[in-house]
């Protein structure tokens, strides 16, 4: 079965810095999932990865998958308290996304 | 508008309790899901249903058994509730398109304490 592992598993980041959050996957990925979670809030979906080498950016959030399609990374530019959360990377299955299997989490915390 | 939604928010019950969790999501999907987040904030998928038919169920104990009675709910029933249970139960909703990867948006979790 699929194992994803977070690095690191927490962060304290002072506001302003930027940070970035690693997903390394023990197999292909063939879809990605980056999610923030907040207490008491369910997942708020930030991007999706399916192409080897592919970026995309929202606001001051940057995620890429690597060209050998095993690992991803997230890069917050600039952090803000509103960046605060827990963070999930989810992998799809080759054949679908009926099952994602979610990575080990990242807390980040920023600090003024 | 939520979309997609669970009821309760919160539920504290007692050992060998029977209780059920809602779920609803006005998105149009046509895929529904249940996971469960244990203590250590680990997320792992329980059952998903496409158009009220089981398709996944991912090795979780007879004393959980979810309920679609149309695609836009999925119940979960728990019966005789033990304190491994304690954790926090999120809902999601996904369309399903042939060879295509669909997010999966989640409701805001229900946290059962099991005492």
């Known amino acids: 079965s699929q194992e994803l592992e977070q690095s690191p598993q927490s962060l304290i980041v002072q506001e302003g810095k930027n940070l970035t959050i690693n997903c390394t996957s023990s197999k292909t990925l063939y879809g990605l999932y980056w999610y923030k979670q907040k207490y008491g809030e369910g997942l708020i979906f930030l991007m999706m990865l399916q192409k080897g080498g592919e970026e995309k950016s929202h606001e001051k959030i940057t995620a890429k998958l690597d060209e050998k399609k095993q690992q991803s990374s997230l890069h917050i530019t600039a952090s803000q308290p509103s960046h605060a959360g827990i963070y999930l990377c989810?992998?799809?299955?080759?054949?679908?996304?009926?099952?994602?299997?979610f990575g080990t989490g990242t807390r980040l915390t920023i600090i003024p | 508008d939520t979309a997609v939604s669970q009821t309760p928010k919160y539920l504290v019950t007692q050992m060998g309790n029977d209780k059920s969790i809602k779920c609803e999501q006005n998105l149009g999907h046509d895929t529904m899901y249940w996971y469960k987040q244990d203590s250590k904030k680990f997320l792992k998928i329980m059952f998903s249903y496409n158009n009220k038919e089981l398709i996944i169920n991912e090795t979780v104990p007879n004393r959980f058994s979810p309920k679609s009675p149309d695609k836009a709910h999925l119940n979960l029933h728990i019966n005789s509730l033990e304190l491994g249970d304690s954790a926090v139960y999120f809902c999601a909703s996904s369309q399903r398109w042939a060879g295509k990867k669909e997010t999966q948006y989640f409701g805001p979790g229900t946290r059962l304490l099991v005492l």
């Open positions: 989810g992998a799809a299955s080759n054949f679908g996304n009926e099952k994602l299997t």
